[in-house]
Nanobody, 116 residues
Framework: HVQLVESGGGSVQAGGSLRLSCTAS????????MGWYRQRPGNECELVAK???????DFPNSEIERFTISQDNAKNTVYLQMNSLKPEDTAVYYC???????????WGQGTQVTVS
C-alpha cells in the first residue's frame, strides 16, 4: 500500500518562501517519477514540477524561476522549495509518485498553501 504524506504548507506573505515535503511509504523515490501538482481555487489540478528517476526535471509553467524540486532517496522524501511566493500560488499542493514498475500514479492527501 503506497502512502504519500505531505507537510510544510501554511500561510505566508507574498515574497516569502515555503518548503513542502512528501515522505513516501510502500514505494521508493528511486523507483518513481515524483511530482507536485496544485489545485488553485476554482481551477483544475495542474502539474507544478516533476522529477524523473533519471534526474530530469519538468516545470511546465514559469515556476522554474522560483521553485526547486529535489529528493532525498535515503529519506524517501521529495521536496518542493518555493521562493518569491505570489498570491496566485495559493492552492492545495499534492505530491505524486508515478511508479516505474507498474505505471500507477499515487497521490498524497494535499497540503494547503496560502499566500497573502
Amino acid at each position: 500500500h503506497v502512502q504519500l504524506v505531505e507537510s510544510g504548507g501554511g500561510s505566508v506573505q507574498a515574497g516569502g518562501s515555503l518548503r513542502l515535503s512528501c515522505t513516501a511509504s510502500g514505494i521508493t523515490t528511486d523507483e518513481a517519477d515524483m511530482g507536485w501538482y496544485r489545485q488553485r481555487p476554482g481551477n483544475e489540478c495542474e502539474l507544478v514540477a516533476k522529477l524523473s528517476t533519471a534526474g530530469g526535471t519538468d516545470f511546465p509553467n514559469s515556476e522554474i524561476e522560483r521553485f526547486t524540486i529535489s529528493q532525498d532517496n535515503a529519506k524517501n522524501t521529495v521536496y518542493l522549495q518555493m521562493n518569491s511566493l505570489k498570491p496566485e500560488d495559493t492552492a492545495v499542493y499534492y505530491c505524486t509518485a508515478d511508479s516505474t514498475v507498474n505505471g500507477a500514479r499515487n497521490w498524497g492527501q494535499g497540503t494547503q498553501v496560502t499566500v497573502s
